[in-house]
């Protein structure tokens, strides 16, 4: 064992844990002051959930070695998941310190299918529906792309932190949920506005501190390789965050700081599979456009077609990891990491196809295992709140608990 690479991975799992708050904050300001509770103990009821969720079975399913579906049950319990390393994962640091890094990312990923459904769903149908999808939906995508025997892995595809396991996976099922359980009343006549924008910021800056865990945790060790993620990652999100706001600016005369936030989120998000693959150079390209892709996902097309991702969960986490796992097969090189593959751009026009055949892969399944466990959990509880539920807000009826005891 190495002792550097066993800090640096235990650090950088507490940074991505710290990640699912962030989002708390991020998307709690962004809800109506009456289902900010709401927003925020469906987040951190997720890093309980999914914990234990994670060490009695999800860690096994999603990561123990099979050819098959999911890894099985071999590691449940953490049966077999030790202090010593496991080599296939990492030779350098405790089985157990790999297996609780990739916790995290088991809780981060279904808290961002909440800007989906937010302000209508009942807690108690989003616990159900959230333990189900852990298991039927995270582990799977897991195993296929991460875990040792998982066919999108041996297939080629490269994901370096999650591009499809979390941002692809999560997104596809946001859609899902936001078609299925319908438009907040009177949405259509008024979108609501956030209610509380330094909570946004907040949240952004949590996430942006977090993510350094997210994508240079994911070398699993204190090497250059981890140094290359974390360049790659700010560079990306500031990047992304300057040229959203030059569209802003260019198409309604201000930028505001709404759309930095939102454009530096999608940045990370679009380099979170490159990041241990990728350059300066095309971090650079991946972060400046993504903006554009997701400003239209959220900003033109959502609009249009008049579906209320209330949140801008698919706008920005979906469309930008699809271009994010289609960049890595774009800017992709060996020079960065000998363990990946050349992109187009360096010999290897390959690549891309495996990278669109394995975001195809996760769009598909993701997006009917996501309806399937919606439909058996609506016809068993019903999914979404009644009407003076929702009138009075998720915060008094779910929770009874208020944010503010007083109005400004």
Not at 63 to 90: K, Q, T
Not at 323 to 334: N, P, S, Y
Request: charged content about 10%; some cysteine; hydrophobic content about 55%.
């Amino acid at each position: 064992m190495d002792t550097g690479d066993t800090a640096w991975v235990m650090a950088s799992a507490a940074l991505v844990l710290l990640m699912t708050p962030g989002l708390a904050f991020f998307y709690g300001g962004m809800v109506r002051r009456k289902n900010i509770l709401s927003v925020l103990m469906q987040c951190f009821f997720i890093m309980c959930l999914a914990t234990v969720i994670w060490v009695v079975c999800g860690y096994s399913l999603a990561f123990a070695p099979s050819e098959g579906f999911w890894g099985g049950f071999g590691w449940a319990m953490l049966n077999g998941v030790g202090l010593e390393p496991y080599a296939d994962y990492s030779a350098t640091i405790p089985h157990q310190a790999f297996m609780v890094f990739q916790g995290m990312f088991a809780i981060i990923t279904p808290a961002l299918i909440i800007g989906a459904f937010a302000e209508r769903m009942k807690f108690s149908s989003f616990v159900v529906f959230t333990t189900i999808w852990l298991v039927l939906v995270y582990s799977p995508v897991c195993h296929w792309v991460w875990g040792l025997g998982g066919f999108l892995r041996n297939m080629g595809a490269l994901d370096f932190a999650g591009g499809a396991v979390v941002h692809i996976n999560a997104g596809i099922a946001a859609i899902v949920t936001a078609l299925m359980i319908g438009r907040r009343k009177n949405a259509e006549k008024h979108i609501p506005s956030p209610h509380n924008l330094p909570f946004v910021a907040l949240g952004t800056g949590l996430l942006w501190f977090g993510w350094f865990g997210f994508n240079a945790g994911s070398a699993l060790g204190a090497n250059g390789l981890a140094v290359n993620a974390f360049v790659v990652t700010n560079t990306a999100a500031a990047a992304a965050g300057l040229s959203w706001a030059i569209i802003e600016w260019v198409r309604n005369g201000k930028p505001t700081l709404f759309g930095v936030a939102s454009g530096a989120v999608a940045g990370l998000v679009a380099i979170t599979p490159a990041a241990g693959f990728v350059n300066v150079s095309g971090a650079l390209a991946i972060g400046l456009s993504v903006s554009l892709f997701c400003y239209l996902a959220a900003v033109i097309v959502k609009p249009l077609l008049k579906y209320d991702d209330a949140l801008d969960a698919f706008g920005v986490h979906c469309v930008g990891g699809i271009w994010g796992a289609i960049a890595t097969g774009l800017f992709a090189t060996t020079t960065v990491n000998p363990a990946g593959a050349d992109g187009l751009f360096y010999g290897n026009p390959g690549l891309v196809w495996i990278q669109i055949k394995a975001v195809l892969i996760t769009v598909v399944y993701s997006g009917v295992a996501t309806f399937l466990i919606y439909k058996l959990v609506d016809v068993l509880m019903g999914m979404r709140v009644s009407v003076k539920e929702e009138d009075v807000g998720l915060d008094l009826t779910q929770h009874h608990e208020r944010a503010y005891t007083m109005l400004e």
